[in-house]
């Protein structure tokens, strides 16, 4: 069984060499047709530093970026090629190719860029961080009260662009000699403002089950995918139902750490295809798109997973369900939302539709939901994310220029100094 894996391992990584190489000279080749952006045109970089993987990371900020580069000029800095040529193929956004240290050099020098956004935790970004001059602000991937959004990472940035009043107290609980009030801003959840889509289905009067769990983890106390666990039950139950249609979204790394956690998400698939076989007018969704947004809105109740998807629900303050990790060693914060949220057990699991309806016939729960949407994110009105989103890289360029002109100035006066000596 040892020589099986091992032998499945060294494939694996054949295939993901002989995939980067490829990856590797198409980005050459895309980029060399490109126009060249101008020296110091670029006043803002997003550092990307993971591969294809991890898109839905960067993609999520697509269109509050784009916004923001009418005012200040935006480009993406990818580290990997299977990165670079996914961003590439989007077209969202600039790309500078920088997959060595020295490229990295290149493009800093030939840049002015002022503020560098990081949207994860790569170990690479400290090969960024190297650079002063310009501020090195975290952004995130999303809101959540799982474990990484307190780790003591938060202090290696200049500041960090929180969602809001849970972010703080959760920052604060935590941290050690962390000033919140100098290295945080508030500016809500601006992908909000961009939510997207359209419904790939007619509205008929089913009631919409969302189930969008995320993926394995990668140790015990981050267990929190619930696809093996409860999905497949879940999943079942709403197909066999001809009053419900279930969306399926799970998160695009199921399946890269545990194989029977990507089966399982297989076998979903499978049966969703199967129930729609069966049923034309059926129109369930196996959702793996690159837009969010209309399958929060639509959903009438959503059965997610401990992550950042728990939150964006939040944000439009409807029904939810939260999935309980089977595995005891996950950690759970109950410091938030999760201490007053409603639970999905594994063994319930098979209960969904009935519990779909009673929760969303329940005329508080969505004002129940309200005020704690306004606990994580504040106003969540139209266009308020955004406005404050702007308002904080506005206050972080004005910081800049003052920055600049200290820098400038003490330099000066070094160089009278010198020359008085001389």
């Known amino acids: 069984m040892g020589i099986i894996s091992d032998v499945r391992k060294a494939v694996a990584l054949v295939r993901r ?32 530093a993971d591969g294809d993987v991890n898109m ?73 961080f190297r ?81 969008a769990p995320t993926w394995e983890g990668d140790r015990p106390a981050a267990h929190y995918g619930s696809i093996a666990s409860h999905g497949e039950a879940l999943a079942a139950a709403v197909l066999a139902s001809p009053q419900h249609r279930l969306i399926y979204r799970p998160h695009p790394r199921s399946g890269v750490v545990d194989a029977a956690y990507g089966d399982a998400h297989r076998r979903i698939v499978a049966a969703i295809a199967a129930a729609n076989s069966a049923d034309p007018l059926a129109h369930h969704v196996y959702d793996d798109g690159p837009e969010l947004g209309w399958q929060l809105a639509a959903a009438d109740l959503a059965v997610v997973d401990i992550s950042a998807m728990i939150y964006d629900r939040l944000a439009v303050a409807k029904p939810l369900l939260v999935t309980r990790p089977a595995d005891p060693a996950a950690l759970v914060d109950t410091g938030g939302y999760l201490a007053d949220a409603a639970w999905l057990d594994a063994a319930s699991a098979a209960s969904i539709v009935e519990m779909a309806d009673r929760i969303a016939d329940d005329p508080d ?16 009105s139209p266009g308020a994310a955004t406005a404050r989103f702007h308002a904080a890289i506005e206050l972080l360029m004005q910081r800049w220029t003052e920055w600049d002109a200290r820098t400038v100035t003490v330099a000066d006066e070094r160089d009278e100094a010198e020359f008085d000596d001389a």
């Open 131 to 211: 650079y002063g001059h310009r501020w090195h602000v975290f952004i995130n991937h999303g809101e959540s009260d799982k474990m990484y959004m307190t780790t003591n990472q938060f202090k290696a940035y200049d500041y960090a662009l929180i969602a809001g009043d849970a972010a703080r107290e959760r920052l604060g609980r935590v941290l050690w000699d962390y000033d919140l009030d100098a290295r945080t801003i508030a500016i809500g959840r601006p992908q909000a403002d961009h939510f997207s889509g359209s419904l790939p289905y007619p509205e008929d009067g089913r009631r919409v089950i969302l189930y």
């Open 17 to 48: 060499a002989v995939s980067n190489r490829a990856a590797y000279v198409d980005v050459r080749r895309s980029l060399s047709r490109a126009p060249q952006p101008p020296a110091g045109h670029f006043r803002i970089a997003v550092y990307f």
């Open 56 to 128: 839905y990371q960067i993609r999520q900020w697509y269109k509050p970026l784009q916004l923001l580069a009418k005012t200040w000029p935006v480009v993406v800095i990818s580290r990997s090629a299977t990165g670079a040529q996914a961003i590439l193929a989007d077209g969202a956004l600039p790309v500078l190719f920088a997959p060595t240290v020295r490229a990295l050099e290149s493009v800093v020098a030939a840049q002015d860029i002022r503020v560098v956004l990081y949207v994860n935790q790569n170990t690479r970004n400290f090969q960024m």
């Open 365 to 380: 729960a969505s004002g129940h939901l309200r005020g704690w949407s306004r606990h994580y994110f504040g106003d969540t």
